[in-house]
């Protein structure tokens, strides 16, 4: 419910950037012959005229990522919040399967399961939850 709309939102943001790429190309092309030829007329050194194209390059793509709202860093969103959510996900599953063994969590969980898993506190002998766990996760990626 909450990385799903992230992620859709991140996918749209990467769509964007490349998008970006050819005008960004073709720009540059431009600023490097517009301050080849500044740079000739005021005498220039190459590391100056290689300063002053970076410079003014870094300034064009940003103002592209303003005008089009697609600064790169946006599309870290999903990673700052998955990151905390997998954190808490986790401590909250070992706080349940070793909790205080007076607390009745962990005598609920090693009588709760299903089918081949009747234990929820010993681990999966078949690996098929871990492995199907991994290819649904993997189908989600790729998707």
């Known amino acids: ?20 790429q050819p005008e960004i190309k073709k720009l540059a092309e431009r600023l490097r012959y517009e301050v080849s030829v500044r740079g000739k007329q005021l005498g220039w050194s190459e590391k100056v005229a290689r ?10 793509i940003t103002e592209l990522y303003i ?3 697609c600064h790169p860093f946006k599309a870290t969103l999903l990673v700052w919040v998955q990151i905390p959510m997998w954190v808490c996900v986790s401590l909250a599953l070992r706080n349940c399967s070793v909790g ?3 607390s009745g969590v962990q005598e ?27 290819l649904v ?3 989600i990626v790729e998707v």
């Open 67 to 69: 005008r089009d709202n």
């Open 1 to 20: 419910a909450v990385t799903l709309p992230l992620a859709a939102h991140q996918s749209r943001l990467l769509g964007k950037l490349e998008n970006l």
């Open 108 to 134: 609920q969980f090693s009588a709760g399961g299903a089918l081949w898993f009747t234990d929820l506190t010993a681990p999966d002998s078949t690996w098929i939850l871990p492995v199907s766990l991994g």
């Open 51 to 60: 300063f002053h194209f970076k410079k003014n390059l870094r300034r064009i």
């Open 100 to 102: 205080a063994v007076d």
């Open 137 to 139: 996760n993997l189908l």
